[in-house]
């Protein structure tokens, strides 16, 4: 598996060694945890999209509910 070097700063690091200690895994499972978090949601361009077309058809959806 590929893998990429981060650079934290002094605060950042033991921000997220306390965090590491407090949920009982190792740091880089918790790094990766929430990068798969930013990758898996919708990027903001599509969620203005969709919740444009949602109002705009707001009372459609409601007549078909």
Known sequence: MPSITVSLSEEQLKRLQTI????????EEIARVGIEELLASPDNEFQQAMDYVLKKNAELYRRLA
């Not at 590491?20 to 740091?27: C, E, N, V």
Request: glycine share 0%.
């Open 20 to 27: 590491s200690l407090r949920l009982k895994l190792p740091p």
